[in-house]
């Protein structure tokens, strides 16, 4: 089974600590909640891990390599980083089968994922015509496509309706059921709640929390309640990095 | 992971955009077809005169056609870097960056060259047989190596601006920087006396000196190929060099 270890890692841009001397391992086996405020180092963690920004120092390991290392690195890591990471003038079975090829990956699996996404009907349709919750299901497919052990999800609700939404929770605990490490970061602490077994929490790039969903929220009312206690002090929402509001 | 799954993955990125087909069909129709309108037009007309040169004039065409190889090459490689950067989730699937450049570049080229070939042949052999008794074969001073040099000089041009592209990372950003320097700063430069010998050695006025039976200026046929083959390497490296040291 693979993890993630993440040691010691600090990413900067110019003057800003975008991750601060991060430790965490994200184990198999289980969905791991992805929480902290805007510009907390969540997407920086996964660009990290996936070898897109170099880290200032650190290591970000996944099953004891780094990323760029991997000889088929879809088979063992699928990520959905931005959902509208794809050309829009290219239709979405193209764009898939442009991932495909890489790792000689029949273009059967690449329709069979089109249809299990609930995009079929729309597999040769241009991604510019695409709705934000389509444009999500095709990142999920792609995130699929090489039937990974290990699968980041950064923010997958937004744009989703509630189908996908139901969707994407099944999906994440078969994943998770089937052995497989799951880290979906959310700011919907209700969906959270429901899908994650465990929480790691970030804050101005460092770890504040790491632990099972049921002890996070122990001495609180709700998950929303336990996570404005602890990351109240660290939302700085001025903060460079800073996603959509 | 090796190179062949990576070049069918990036001649498909290449067929899948209708931009791009488009670009590299225009290269065609506007080389050769403003050749051979021009010919049927003036050609002629003007055979025969003491500046006659029917190799050479061929190829008026690429005057315009030239600046579909630059788009060519731009939207090429800066589609990956569209405000949705295509990008990321191209090295998360080849995360060996060296390897994804190196079968974008392959492929870019390899896309360019018959397609430039077919133009360099189309020019000349529809010039020629407008030009009528006028007109030359294939075997004469210089002709075959001017089809093939135009085929080389546009395969050349698309490379430069598909590295150049990888540098500025941006669509507009690298099409602003090579129109003019096409268009403007290298035909202006060109028709100045004083510094006529420095603009020999921009890249498309080296390039095009294969163009000619007997060029004239401080470069030959195939220096000046060379010239503009070292542009094409450095403007390649140099993509190379911005797509391995910065954060996709």
Redesign the interface.
Known sequence: MTSIDIRGLTKRYGPVRALDDLTVTIEPGRVTGFLGPNGAGKTTTM?VV?????PTSGTALVGGRP??T?????RH?G?L??A????????AR??L???A????IPAARVDRLLEETGLASAARRRVRTFSLGMRQRLGLA?ALLGDPPVVLLDEPTNGLDPEGIVHLRNLTRRLADEGRTVLISSHLMGEIARVADHLVVLGQGRLLADAPLDRFTASHASLEDAYFALTTPFADHAAPEGRRP | ?TLL??L???W??IR????LLAALAGVFVATAGITVLVHAMVGKAEAGGPDFEPVGGSYYGLNFGHLAAVCFGVLAVA??Y?????V?????????RGLFYAAKMLVVGAAALPVGLATGFGCFLGAQALLGEYGVGLGADGALRSAVGCGLYLTLLTLFSAGVAAVVRSQVGALCLLTPVVFLVSPVVGSIGAVRDVAAWLPDRAGQQILHPHPDGPLGAWSGMAVMALWTVLAVAAGWWTLHRR??
């Not at chain 1, 996936?50 to 170099?54: M, Q």
């Not at chain 1, 090829?101 to 000689?104: D, E, S």
């Not at chain 2, 899948?16 to 931009?19: D, E, F, K, N």
């Not at chain 2, 990321?88 to 060996?96: F, H, I, K, Y």
């Open positions: 660009r996936l070898g897109l920004d170099r990323y760029a991997l000889p088929d690195p879809l890591v990520a980083l931005d509208s990471a794809a050309h829009p003038a290219r239709t193209d764009h089968l442009t991932l090829l890489t790792h000689r792609a | 992971m799954p990576v069918r993955s990036e498909l990125k899948s955009l209708r931009p589609g990956e569209t405000d949705n950067k295509a990321r989730l191209s090295l998360m699937a080849v995360p060996r954060d996709a």
